[in-house]
């Protein structure tokens, strides 16, 4: 199984609503990786975890909150969301945080704020 | 320093055809290298990866090309398909961790 998947696939949500994206893999992998996608952008990091520790934070606002509550499972909770947070949410997992290691993407969450 | 620059935008290539797109680096940190192909309403899926120690690597009919000393990284596909319609980044990777520093992307439409 090379699969990372996803839920949910569409979320709108409203400015102060509090929402969750879970991720999930069942490679035995143990770095996991939250990116953000805009509209005809690159993904861009916002967090890694690196056998279940938050090993790295690209300065992401608090208003996001990452959680690995297993090896195998990612949490992104969202609390008092902006407009401008719009985006696609991906998930990614490798056998290890050390360069070169193959990141698996999942398909995203395409998140909507209102 | 942490940019990579690719080029170009956007490629519209005839079906047989070889498409080219080429990446720049500045930090000479990176130490990992690995082109991903997004298709609409799907992540990016590793397509083709160079370690800065090999000039060029080949798998079917997608090659990367490296410059090490211009700092530069190019993707080839040959005989291309309709099927490779995509988005393509490539990416980099400094030394010490994981951490993916995508290029701009690059949308390539191939026509029959």
């Known amino acids: 199984d090379t699969e990372v998947t996803q839920t949910p696939k569409h979320l709108v949500m409203g400015m102060t609503n509090k929402k969750s994206l879970k991720c999930e893999q069942h490679?035995?992998?143990?770095?996991m990786y939250w990116y953000k996608q805009k509209a005809k952008k690159p993904p861009e990091l916002m967090f890694v975890y690196s056998y279940e520790k938050l090993s790295i934070n690209e300065s992401v606002p608090s208003r996001f909150s990452p959680e690995c509550p297993n090896s195998s499972l990612l949490n992104l909770h969202l609390h008092a969301l902006q407009p401008e947070d719009s985006a696609l949410y991906l998930c990614?997992?490798?056998?290890?945080?050390?360069?070169?290691?193959?990141?698996?993407f999942g398909p995203g969450t395409r998140l909507t704020v209102l | 320093q942490q940019q990579v620059k690719q080029s170009p935008q956007s490629l519209i290539v005839q079906k047989g055809g070889i498409s080219i797109i080429n990446c720049a680096y500045e930090n000479t940190a990176f130490d990992y290298f690995p082109w991903y192909q997004q298709f609409p309403g799907k992540g990016p899926a590793l397509l083709i990866a160079?370690?800065?120690?090999?000039s060029e690597k080949k798998e079917g009919r997608f090659t990367i090309s490296f410059n090490k000393s211009a700092k530069q990284f190019s993707l080839h596909i040959m005989d291309s398909q309709p099927g490779d319609s995509a988005t393509y980044f490539c990416?980099?990777?400094?030394?010490?961790?994981?951490?993916?520093?995508f290029g701009a992307g690059t949308r390539l439409a191939v026509h029959p």
């Open positions: 990416a980099a990777s400094p030394g010490g961790y994981n951490k993916l520093i």
């Open positions: 490679m035995g992998h143990r770095a």
């Open positions: 990614a997992s490798s056998q290890d945080d050390s360069p070169g290691y193959e990141q698996f």
């Open positions: 160079i370690r800065p120690d090999v």
